[in-house]
């Protein structure tokens, strides 16, 4: 069974730092991975997806990594913002694109 | 082009009612899922399904029931609610396996007393 890791659980920040994001894997067998924020009471905002044949992706200030053989990705935020504070989720995708959910990493960035 | 859109936002049950959530999807979407959220256990997977008429148990299937008779429709059924069934309820739509992104509703805000 497919377990993901997220750590911290979390992070508090003042506004301009770089900070790192991890996300572990039990099953290197995987479609891909994908990485989505959630701010409080709203649904899931999807920011990357990494196939599981990439190394990264890119999206403005966001970069994620995806190491299958290792079970492990990191989103990385550079020069973050007091709108970057949410919760950020780490889901893989397995059979039948099935996600199995991290529990999450709550950032809170300070002006 | 409205997304994934959930109905309703909000409702409260008391124990033993029935009710049924509906997601609608308009990206023509084959694979369709309905996600439960509670603190300190993440999302889970309740059920899903892969094409139209086509159903499957997830992680925590019991306690609800599903059915997909339409491609844009997911339905989540609740016969008879319990307070372990207060959560917030998330439907998700993709493309297929493989490199497509799954695309979440806003959530249903479920309150079982």
């Known amino acids: 069974k497919q377990e993901v890791t997220q750590i911290p659980a979390a992070l508090s920040v003042p506004e301009g730092e770089n900070l790192v994001l991890n996300c572990s894997f039990t099953?290197?067998?995987?479609?891909?991975l994908q990485w989505f924020r959630q701010d409080p009471g709203k649904g899931l905002t999807s920011l990357l997806l990494?196939?599981?044949?990439?190394r990264e992706q890119t999206s403005g200030r966001l970069n994620a990594s995806l190491d299958k053989s290792s079970g492990r990705s990191t989103l990385y935020i550079a020069a973050s913002q007091p709108g970057d504070s949410a919760t950020y989720l780490c889901?893989?995708?397995?059979?039948?694109?099935?996600?199995?959910f991290g529990k999450g990493t709550m950032l809170l960035v300070s002006p | 082009n409205a997304g994934v859109t959930q109905t309703p936002k909000f409702r409260v049950l008391k124990t033993g009612q029935s009710m049924t959530l509906l997601c609608a999807q308009d990206?023509?979407?084959?694979?369709m899922y309905w996600y439960r959220q509670d603190p300190g256990m993440g999302l889970r997977l309740i059920h899903y399904?892969?094409?139209?008429?086509?159903?499957a148990k997830g992680e925590v299937p019991d306690g609800y029931n599903v059915s997909r008779l339409k491609k844009q429709n997911f339905l989540l059924g609740l016969e008879s609610a319990a307070p372990s069934q207060t959560s917030v309820y998330f439907c998700?739509?993709?493309?297929?396996?493989?490199?497509?992104?799954?695309?979440f509703g806003p959530g249903t805000r479920l309150t079982v007393t």
């Open positions: 399904s892969v094409g139209e008429g086509t159903t």
């Open positions: 889901a893989v995708h397995s059979g039948y694109s099935t996600l199995t």
């Open positions: 099953d290197s067998a995987i479609y891909n």
């Open positions: 998700a739509s993709t493309q297929g396996p493989g490199p497509y992104e799954q695309y």
């Open positions: 990206m023509n979407h084959e694979y």
């Open positions: 990494i196939q599981s044949s990439q």
